[in-house]
């Protein structure tokens, strides 16, 4: 396999300091859609094993390891800046659900430190739908627990669009206010209740480099403002404390000097679980066009020309007066699939038209270092030294 896939990537544990964690994120070479047993047979030893066959592919995601119940069962989890609540598969999973069926699931039978709380709950919304009863345990991150922690112990996963994914569940790091279930505390939340971490932040720091297979790190309770252009750095203030949403000066693309304006004053949300860039249809259109790239409605997605991918357009995000440019001999997503290579743009089109805010998934975050700060109510980023 020649192609990396520098978008698919998951993290293992790497250290826990006084009042925070940090965990490495590394990448494995992609594999395709059909290596299903072999997946299977890799969970065995998932926390020594980080050379993975990946399941997923054409869109990336990021995975970290976490421990549930007592003893601990190993969950592969997304830890989601877009999501507030919490979830994993339940093993009273119905055989009809697939998806359940081909990831760990929860048993709380097998758990002594298992609460039950029992209340349904089902959430569904044009793109997917969840539902089971709530259950509370212990979670780990590393060695550091996590007690009473309540989530959605999932009996039905809707097939889209989880099939694809690698992950098990998913760990949401959005506010409180974005939940969908009332009086639960969410995991971030709770870290910090109990005192696990001292600060109420939480920092990607992730890279882009294909030459190795570490790429990046998520440090929950601290920052790490080690190789980054301190004079870059950038507070943004949230405006809306539900999603970490900001406000953006304007977004453009820059091409032999000639200029697109895509948007001024737009809103913009950080998603940590998918390397995409999603924005408002028509701005997406116009961009993917000036790129040449060619829709694909079933993934609805498009592709860009291989050979012309690392000459296309630099996209320029300007965040209080600075501007962040991402190039796309990075941005581009450059695949391998049945011996078929394959190029696609990061630059998605909403699946709501009315949708008014950008969404900023990795192949912006790669770029540049983003620190979450919950007492400030700032997302601070600045730029990466690669
Ligand atoms: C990791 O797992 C894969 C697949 O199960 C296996 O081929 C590989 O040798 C393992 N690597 C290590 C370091 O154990
Ligand atoms: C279930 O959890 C919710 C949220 O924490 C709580 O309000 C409710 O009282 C719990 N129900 C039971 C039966 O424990
Ligand atoms: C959620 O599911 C219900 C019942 O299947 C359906 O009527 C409703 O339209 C769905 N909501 C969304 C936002 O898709
Ligand atoms: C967890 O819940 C149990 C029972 O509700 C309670 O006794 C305990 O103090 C809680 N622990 C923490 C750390 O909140
Ligand atoms: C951004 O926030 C940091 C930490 O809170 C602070 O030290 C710095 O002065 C702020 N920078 C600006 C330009 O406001
Ligand atoms: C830039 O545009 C000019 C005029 O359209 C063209 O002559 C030139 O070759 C272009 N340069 C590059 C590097 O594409």
């Keep these: 396999m020649k192609c990396i896939n520098f978008a698919v990537v998951f993290l293992i544990f790497f250290t826990t300091g006084e009042g925070r964690i940090e965990m490495d994120i590394y990448k494995t070479k992609l594999s395709h859609v059909g290596k299903l047993k072999k997946y299977?047979?890799?969970?065995?030893?998932?926390?020594?094993?980080?050379?993975?066959?990946?399941?997923?592919?054409?869109?990336?995601?990021?995975?970290g390891l976490i421990g549930v119940g007592s003893p601990s069962k190993p969950f592969k989890v997304i830890f989601d800046t877009t999501w507030a609540d919490s979830w994993l598969p339940s093993s009273h999973c119905d055989w009809t659900e697939i998806v359940c069926k081909l990831h760990n699931q929860y048993d709380s039978s097998?758990?002594?430190?298992?609460?039950?709380?029992?209340?349904?709950v089902k959430m569904n919304n044009s793109e997917l739908s969840l539902a089971g009863i709530l259950s509370t345990d212990v979670f780990r991150l590393a060695h550091v627990k996590v007690?009473?922690?309540?989530?959605?112990?999932?009996?039905?996963?809707?097939?889209?669009?989880?099939?694809?994914?690698?992950?098990?569940?998913?760990?949401?790091?959005?506010?409180?206010?974005?939940?969908?279930?009332?009086?639960?505390?969410?995991?971030?939340?709770?870290?910090?209740?109990?005192?696990?971490?001292?600060?109420?932040?939480?920092?990607?720091?992730?890279?882009r480099d294909e030459t190795t297979n570490k790429a990046g790190r998520v440090i929950f309770g601290g920052t790490q403002r080690q190789n980054i252009k301190v004079d870059t750095m950038t507070n943004l203030t949230v405006i809306e404390k539900k999603f970490w949403m900001?406000?953006?000066?304007?977004?453009?693309?820059?091409?032999?000097?000639?200029?697109?304006?895509?948007?001024?004053?737009?809103?913009?949300?950080?998603?940590?679980?998918?390397?995409?860039?999603?924005?408002?249809?028509?701005?997406?259109?116009?961009?993917?066009?000036?790129?040449?790239?060619?829709?694909?409605?079933?993934?609805?997605?498009?592709?860009?020309?291989?050979?012309?991918?690392?000459?296309l357009p630099t996209v320029h995000f300007v965040l209080d007066g600075n501007e962040f440019i991402i190039q796309s001999k990075y941005y581009v997503q450059?695949?391998?699939?049945?011996?078929?290579?394959?190029?696609?743009?990061?630059?998605?089109?909403?699946?709501?038209?009315?949708?008014?805010?950008?969404?900023?998934?990795?192949?912006?975050?790669?770029?540049?270092?983003?620190?979450?700060?919950?007492?400030?109510?700032?997302?601070?980023?600045?730029?990466?030294?690669?």
């Design 110 to 120: 097998a758990s002594s430190s298992y609460v039950p709380n029992g209340t349904f």
């Design 246 to 311: 900001i406000m953006m000066d304007s977004v453009f693309a820059e091409k032999n000097k000639t200029q697109t304006v895509l948007c001024e004053k737009c809103k913009a949300i950080f998603d940590s679980s998918s390397n995409t860039i999603v924005g408002p249809p028509d701005v997406i259109q116009k961009l993917n066009w000036q790129m040449n790239a060619n829709f694909i409605p079933v993934l609805n997605m498009y592709t860009v020309s291989c050979r012309q991918y690392a000459k």
């Design 40 to 63: 299977k047979a890799s969970l065995n030893d998932p926390w020594k094993n980080d050379s993975v066959v990946l399941y997923k592919y054409l869109n990336g995601e990021y995975y």
């Design 334 to 386: 450059h695949l391998i699939l049945e011996n078929v290579e394959v190029c696609l743009s990061p630059f998605v089109p909403s699946t709501n038209p009315r949708q008014d805010y950008w969404e900023l998934g990795g192949a912006f975050m790669m770029e540049f270092y983003t620190e979450f700060d919950m007492d400030a109510n700032v997302v601070r980023i600045a730029q990466t030294i690669f």
């Design 147 to 207: 007690q009473n922690q309540t989530f959605l112990e999932a009996t039905h996963i809707s097939f889209r669009p989880f099939w694809q994914y690698r992950a098990d569940g998913i760990i949401g790091l959005a506010y409180q206010e974005q939940s969908g279930w009332s009086g639960v505390m969410p995991f971030f939340y709770n870290l910090v209740r109990q005192k696990v971490v001292t600060e109420n932040v939480f920092t990607f720091y992730m890279n």
